[in-house]
């Protein structure tokens, strides 16, 4: 792949204005497609608007080019990453019109936060070009992405988005088996459920939850993973622990009946004001811009 890539991007939204601030800041050229013409009429000025409060060039933005046509958008496309709905029918039927219309050396990607790839990329004669990229939200400000190979895909291109990423200041992980989550999620939601469990079994409420999160091993996972603090502390230890407390954890396999009743009862979280804990639209902003706040000096101490 040539030092500088053709990216395009499917989807203005949310993580596609990101994902292609990303390639753009790294100096390459990027076409963005979205069926809004909305979307695409703001893409520039959302993406010049983030790379000032970043400190960085906004002329970065320049280097973006919203496109009508998925066909013009992706025909000279080193790499195609779709960010299109969570909608396994949708993404099939996009990237079957992605293999007719990109050119055969072209990497195709989804980046999908949970559907297994091998289910999206079913079908495609291509299939070995084929692979997931999980970026996180916000794409810009999160370093890591998940690259996620299927059986079909070529080892040597999955490597190939790697480096490219790597190169574009990311942090590329490699998944080697496709499996609902990736690396991830599935770490994220297993704690996810355990937090749930707590509140439901009224061992204390969902404030106290996230306190004793942020409070205590949330202030070492920036620099201590999970497996290094349990060669840390021993897996003699680790052992010993898990033989008390794995027996009391929940183990359920699926979802929550206090989630879905939270569900069924339209506490939506702060799209509704409610969810585990009421928000008022003060603490919901506070709260967004204390995240944001923490990304950017995270991203700063790091030099990114």
Known sequence: MNEKAQIAVIGAGLMGHGIAQVFAHAGHLVTVHDASAQALATLRERIARNLRDLGQDPAAAERVFPVESLADCVASADVVIECGPENLTFKRDLFARLEELCPPHTLLASNTSVMPITSIMRGLRSGHRAMGTH???PPYLVPLV????????????????FDLLAACGKTPAMVEKDVPGFIGNRLQHALWREAVAIVAEGICDAETVD???KASFGRRLPVLGPLENADLVGTDLTLAIHETVLPAIDATPAPSPYLKQL???G???????EGFR?????QQAELRERVLNHLKAMNHAEGR
Request: no cysteine.
């Open 146 to 161: 998940e690259v996620i190979k299927t059986p079909d895909t070529d080892p040597a291109l999955a490597q190939q988005m």
């Open 267 to 273: 506490r939506l979280g702060m799209k509704s004001g």
């Open 135 to 137: 970026w996180w939200n």
């Open 263 to 265: 569900v069924a009862e």
């Open 278 to 282: 009421r928000w008022t639209p003060e």
């Open 211 to 213: 306190t004793v999160v």
